[in-house]
């Protein structure tokens, strides 16, 4: 028998309805590329969206067409998160970052028709362009005032554009299984690969990211999206905001610690999302400059995913901002949401120290996906917080396939996706994430994890940046090699930082050996590059190896 309930697709549009008829005023900031601070409301949003699908329209774009973003966070790209997917279009984010010659073969595999840019962009869309094959139309989200002389062919002004257009528009009324938009993993081995969401699955993974027991986004917040809007769609945040009606601040291009520090006080910021890295640029400005956060900001959660938050990291916010840590795991695959490091009420009583280990941990699964852990044969490992084994997942917002079914079939037999991590999980159901199953260093035949080695070295009060990797060794097969940024004006001895990891970290994972470096590589989503670390390191061999 049949549920005699409506039968309402769930689509992006119903999103920016929703805004419009639920928190017409609430506002969005974005600092600009062009320089001043833009605010409008999700009002204006609504009705220039409606104006940008009408004037993709008339450029020709038809539902399920490709239309290209390389875009900072700010209001433009807002509207065009709601406009293109919203006119059944899908949104493809392109992560700047990238090498020219990435963005130049996902463009061509995603056959994008339209490319939207921001004025940063220019030069690299100007270098682009004679090869992106499949792209009708160059759109600068700039106005007149801004327009450069360009060798771009055809080039368009997106204030231009909107402006010859009617907000009349009536949201098509789509399969909820279409096409809402299209985003490449970072691909720091092989090819990058297309996860290509859809409505539905953008829709209940928005529901996820706003309940109480996951990033608990409300009218009540202020929230600062770090994390940039070519990175898993800033983590649901556009669609979480249209939701629940959050007051966004969008950063645009600068992202260093004084710039953000300058939007968390100005705009009184309560909730910030972003990856390690950038909170590391923040907490040593703030040291470097003798800001005092807590008395200065409004800052109450940060949430903090892409890589693993030092525990180290969770303790400065806490003491020096006043600021909770909400660490968060997920992966471009999961979109991404997959768990979120919430306290249980037990939790609440314990000492900081005790506290803080908790916060270490990616969190417990979002409702909507499941999780389990496997050997290497594939055979399900005991949730007892001891166990470290393959994670899976499985859920209404995880990929199936990749675009155009690049790299093949993903899922096993029972549908579950291996995420390439490994990890534990306790009976609290709190995941811990070990390693990437590529970086776990195979010592003697047991698995000694490179993060948590990290994230001991991350502690120690001198330390810029940390990163452990496997080296080949005779005896033991792999041993660590911990590689240290320190602090500007600071010396630290080899000696000295291996003391304060003993008793930190198991005895046998102490790392053979510590070298200082001036930097660390990272992807182009701010995770530690260990590929090329690896080969950097190819040729080092221990002393006593
Ligand atoms: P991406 O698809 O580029 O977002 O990368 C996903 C990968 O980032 C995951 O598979 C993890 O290896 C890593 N990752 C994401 N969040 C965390 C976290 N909180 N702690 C440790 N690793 C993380």
């Not at 409301?41 to 329209?57: E, G, I, M």
């Not at 389990?372 to 899976?392: F, N």
């Not at 490994?422 to 260093?441: E, L, W």
Request: proline share 6%; charged share 20%.
């Amino acid at each position: 028998m049949l549920g005699l309930m409506q039968e309402h697709p769930l689509l992006v549009s119903s999103l920016i309805e929703h805004a419009v008829a639920a928190h017409p005023g609430a506002g969005i900031v974005s600092r600009t590329v062009e320089g001043p601070v833009h605010r409008c409301t999700w009002r204006d949003v609504h009705r220039r969206s409606k104006q940008a699908a009408n004037a993709l329209t008339a450029l020709g774009v038809r539902p399920g067409d490709r239309v290209a973003t390389l875009a900072w966070n700010g209001y433009r790209h807002m509207e065009l998160y709601f406009g293109v997917s919203g006119m059944g279009a899908v949104l493809h984010t392109l992560n700047p970052r990238l090498f020219p010659e990435q963005l130049e073969y996902i463009v061509n595999h995603a056959e994008d028709s339209v490319l939207c840019f921001d004025l940063s962009f220019v030069p690299l869309v100007e270098k682009l362009a004679p090869q992106l094959e499949s792209v009708r139309a160059f759109v600068l989200m700039t106005d007149r005032a801004h327009m450069p002389e360009s060798s771009i062919p055809g080039l368009l002004c997106y204030e231009d554009l909107l402006a010859a257009q009617s907000d009349d528009y009536a949201w098509p009324d789509l399969d909820e299984r279409a096409a809402a938009s299209l985003c490449y993993t970072s691909g720091t081995t092989g090819k990058p690969k297309g996860v290509l969401y859809s409505h539905r699955s953008t829709v209940l993974h928005a529901f996820g990211a706003c309940t109480v027991d996951s990033l608990a986004v409300s009218r009540d917040d202020t929230a600062l999206l770090v994390v940039p809007m070519f990175h898993v769609n800033a983590w649901s945040m556009p669609y979480a905001a249209a939701m629940s009606g959050a007051r966004l601040v969008l950063p645009g291009p600068a992202l260093d610690g004084a710039s953000v520090y300058a939007l968390l006080r100005d705009e009184q910021v309560t909730l910030a999302l972003g990856v390690p890295t950038v909170w590391l640029m923040l907490l040593q400005h703030v040291s470097a400059a003798g800001l005092e956060p807590a008395t200065e900001l409004a800052l109450r959660r940060v949430v903090i995913g892409g890589a693993a938050a030092p525990r180290s990291m969770a303790e400065a916010f806490e003491r020096d901002f006043g600021a909770f840590v909400v660490h968060a795991w997920g992966m471009t695959e999961t979109s991404p949401v997959g768990t979120v490091c919430n306290l249980l009420p037990e939790h609440r009583a314990l000492p900081l120290e005790q506290r803080l280990q908790v916060q270490a941990k990616q969190g417990r699964a979002v409702f909507g996906v499941r999780l389990k852990l496997t050997d290497d044969e594939g055979r399900a490992l005991p949730h007892d917080g001891q166990a470290a084994g393959h994670l899976k997942i499985r859920g209404p917002w995880v990929a199936r396939a990749y675009y155009r079914d690049e790299g093949g079939p993903i899922l096993d037999d029972e549908g579950w996706f291996d995420t390439g991590d490994v990890a534990t999980i306790d009976p609290d159901g709190y995941m811990h994430i070990t390693d990437r199953s590529k970086d776990v260093i195979k010592s003697g035949g047991e698995w000694i994890s490179s993060i948590a080695i990290e994230n001991a070295a991350m502690g120690h009060p001198l330390v810029a940046e940390a990163a452990v990797i496997g080296i080949a060794h005779p005896k033991w097969q792999e041993r660590p090699l911990l590689l240290l940024v320190v602090k500007p004006g600071q010396v630290l001895e080899r000696e000295s930082v291996l003391h304060y990891l003993d008793g930190r970290v198991a005895k046998w994972w102490l790392p053979d050996d510590v070298l200082f470096v001036r930097e660390l590589p990272h992807t182009a989503t701010g995770k530690l590059l260990k590929t090329a670390l690896r080969e950097q390191f190819r040729d080092y061999r221990f002393a006593d190896a």
